[in-house]
């Protein structure tokens, strides 16, 4: 049966996918990259746990190139720790057990596409007691947040990591860099490394899929 729905929550537009039954469901935030939306990130729907509570919300700004983005005033490429911060309270504010009654709000995961990945990074850093698991896919980790990973607030919290080496928007190299800052944080981090562009590819969506095979085994 298909679940797949949209809907209008105040200034947020979503588009989700609720497990049949009774709760409470796991929930999975699903964070699209600059110029992306609500439809972004459903390529990875089905590498994720089918008694999952998926929810994408479209990005709460117009980029100036089409699409939506996470930040309001973007100034450089890849924006930082500071630039993602009203975005997670508004993300925060909206999983209220009003608008998602059946999920399980104490603990979320979060799935993160690029800018999506940075802001998943963030909301993680500043709230780690609600993540569950992060994964950042093709993402970077925000400049300012290394201020945050003293004390490991993420000590033992699965984290995996995609990248692909020819990626031409966001070097590889950002992906080792987001690594390494994870695992300062204590986070047990999985790292899948792939010859490809701003994408993944299959070994690297298998590799998804176990990660959260396991999580839920």
């Not at 990973?149 to 950002?174: C, N």
């Not at 695992?183 to 701003?198: D, N």
Request: charge should be neutral; proline fraction near 7%.
């Amino acid at each position: 049966m298909n679940n797949i729905t949209f809907r209008q929550i105040e200034r947020w537009t979503l588009k989700e996918k609720k497990p049949e039954g009774h709760g409470p469901h796991p929930l999975t935030l699903l964070l699209h990259g600059w110029t992306g939306d609500e439809n972004s990130m459903w390529i990875f729907s089905s590498r994720l746990p089918s008694h999952h509570w998926l929810v994408a919300p479209r990005g709460l700004h117009p980029s100036p190139i089409g699409g939506f983005s996470w930040c309001a005033d973007q100034q450089e490429t890849y924006p930082s720790f500071d630039c993602f911060y009203p975005a997670v309270e508004a993300l925060l504010k909206l999983l209220t057990p009003g608008n998602f009654p059946d999920a399980a709000l104490d603990r979320f995961f979060v799935v993160g596409f690029s800018q999506g990945a940075a802001l998943a990074y963030t909301l993680a850093l500043l709230h780690p007691h609600r993540v569950w698991a992060v994964a950042g896919l093709s993402g970077f980790f925000p400049s300012g947040a290394e201020q945050s990973v003293a004390g490991q607030p993420l000590l033992g919290k699965p984290v995996f990591i995609a990248h692909g080496t020819e990626d031409a928007l966001v070097p590889f190299s950002m992906a080792r860099q987001a690594v390494m800052q994870l695992q300062k944080a204590g986070a047990k981090v999985s790292y899948c490394e792939h010859q490809a562009g701003h994408k993944l590819d299959i070994r690297c969506f298998a590799s998804l899929q176990s990660f959260f095979r396991a999580l839920t085994d």
